[in-house]
């Protein structure tokens, strides 16, 4: 990186996008996010509910435009069929394959639902995008980490109560139950997090092998690890110190 600006730290929604740095290759047609990792939800669970009753209707931007694909783009401006049975995204009068667009005012960030409903409705799910955060707000605390087996997602309760994505990079992937790459990812955010007390909660980047202590990543590659439970600093500081 040859340029940084101080600016580029805001992770007050209030101000603007928080960490969010855009990525081109313009001569694929192709942008998107530069450090923020992509959330798909395609799986219902309490914390998602939680997410879902939090997030905001609002008209498309441009940042909605980077999480779909580019021949997607016209359907963000297109109604749902429920609320005009003429939309050009509705399909021989009640399918629909419309998009919706929010954002998460915790984070700022966008959110676009990707509706699917066949002909006659046998089929009706939406499927939502969005990025992960690089770090929690300022001010906010850590509380618990959550692993998401309903969703398999990876949230993050502050001290005030809200709800956040784990922080995640661009080209990790969280996972647990197994071992690889995205087990590999979480025990090292893990292990920033316990070493730090619970304070360093940005994304743990560049993965290294000294970073990931051995019981967290033990524990991570386990199916102990692999259902859903909400783990504090101090659960976290007994399973490295077993
Ligand atoms: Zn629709």
Same mark, same amino acid.
């Given at each position: 990186?040859?340029?940084?600006?101080?600016?580029?730290?805001l992770?007050?929604?209030?101000q603007g996008? *928080?960490?969010?740095?855009?990525?081109?290759?313009?001569? !694929? @047609?192709?942008a $998107?996010?530069?450090?923020?990792a992509t /959330?798909? /939800?395609?799986r219902?669970?309490? &914390?998602?509910?939680e997410?879902?009753?939090?997030?905001?209707?609002c008209d498309?931007n441009p940042?909605?435009?980077? !999480?779909?694909?580019?021949h997607k783009?016209?359907?963000?401006?297109?109604p749902?069929?429920?609320e005009?049975?003429?939309?050009p @995204?509705a399909v021989?009068g009640?399918?629909?394959?419309?998009?919706?667009?929010?954002y998460?005012?915790?984070?700022g960030?966008p959110?676009?639902?990707?509706?699917? #409903?066949? #002909?006659? $409705?046998?089929?009706?799910?939406?499927?939502y995008?969005?990025?992960?955060?690089?770090?929690l707000r300022?001010?906010?605390?850590?509380h *618990?980490v959550?692993?998401?087996?309903a @969703?398999r997602?990876f949230?993050?309760?502050t001290? *005030?109560?809200?709800? @956040?994505f784990?922080?995640e990079?661009?080209?990790?992937g969280?996972?647990?139950?197994?071992s690889?790459?995205?087990p590999?990812a979480?025990?090292q &955010?893990?292990?920033? !997090?316990?070493a730090?007390?619970?304070q360093d909660t940005?994304? *743990?980047?560049p993965?290294?092998?000294?970073s /990931?202590?051995?019981?967290?990543r033990?524990?991570v590659?386990?199916?102990?690890?692999?259902?859903t439970?909400?783990?504090?600093?101090r659960?976290?500081?007994a399973i490295?110190?077993?």
């Amino acid at each position: 990186m040859t340029f940084t600006h101080p600016e580029l730290n805001l992770t007050d929604p209030t101000q603007g996008f *928080a960490h969010f740095v855009l990525y081109t290759e313009p001569h !694929l @047609s192709v942008a $998107g996010a530069a450090w923020n990792a992509t /959330i798909i /939800i395609e799986r219902q669970s309490s &914390y998602v509910r939680e997410w879902l009753d939090r997030i905001q209707r609002c008209d498309p931007n441009p940042l909605h435009t980077t !999480l779909v694909d580019n021949h997607k783009i016209p359907r963000l401006f297109h109604p749902c069929v429920d609320e005009d049975a003429d939309s050009p @995204s509705a399909v021989a009068g009640s399918g629909c394959t419309c998009c919706r667009t929010w954002y998460d005012p915790a984070s700022g960030l966008p959110v676009v639902g990707e509706h699917f #409903r066949t #002909r006659g $409705g046998d089929t009706d799910r939406w499927t939502y995008t969005t990025y992960a955060p690089l770090d929690l707000r300022p001010g906010d605390t850590f509380h *618990a980490v959550i692993i998401d087996r309903a @969703s398999r997602l990876f949230w993050i309760r502050t001290g *005030a109560g809200s709800l @956040s994505f784990v922080p995640e990079h661009l080209s990790r992937g969280y996972d647990v139950g197994r071992s690889g790459g995205g087990p590999d990812a979480f025990a090292q &955010y893990l292990s920033q !997090l316990v070493a730090s007390g619970g304070q360093d909660t940005a994304v *743990a980047i560049p993965a290294s092998e000294q970073s /990931i202590d051995p019981q967290l990543r033990a524990w991570v590659t386990s199916q102990d690890a692999a259902r859903t439970q909400e783990l504090t600093l101090r659960d976290l500081n007994a399973i490295r110190q077993r």
